[in-house]
């Protein structure tokens, strides 16, 4: 479980570097290309559904208007009452919502708690994880 977690912390360090890195170099570090990318699993409109850099620019809400308040605000100021109202939203949704609701968050510049975050990347790769295993055993 442990290496579970640090993987994930490495895969979002690695993204937000490449992110950085492309911002700087002028790049839309949220456009995906046509093509599906080297490792999909074949099922391209799922990969992409769940996929945290997905070229949809359009925000979707999650029953979390509120949470626009947060907009531009550095996540390492939230009180304990603040980190309680995301994680309220987080475990309120679906599993399938959560890759779509940190691209919404992101697009609408709210910054997650980084408890928040982490417990959201890890449903994602969870979730990932078992479709996956069900592809594979469909094969």
């Not at 995906?32 to 699993?41: E, K, L, N, W, Y």
């Amino acid at each position: 479980m442990i290496y579970l977690i640090i993987g994930i912390l490495i895969l979002l360090v690695a993204v937000l570097i490449i992110a950085l890195v492309q911002k700087s170099r002028g790049e839309d570090p949220t456009e995906i290309s046509s093509a599906p990318p080297i490792d999909c699993c074949g099922a391209h409109d799922v990969c992409e559904a769940d996929s945290l850099l997905n070229s949809n620019a359009d925000v979707i809400y999650y029953e979390d208007e509120e949470l626009d308040r947060f907009s531009d605000r550095d996540a390492r100021t939230y009180n304990d009452d603040e980190v309680d109202e995301f994680q309220e939203v987080l475990f309120t949704m679906q599993e399938t919502d959560v890759a779509g609701w940190l691209r919404s968050l992101t697009l609408r510049h709210i910054d997650l708690p980084s408890v928040v975050k982490e417990q959201a990347l890890l449903i994602v790769e969870e979730l990932r994880e078992k479709r996956l295993q069900s592809a594979t055993q469909t094969v």
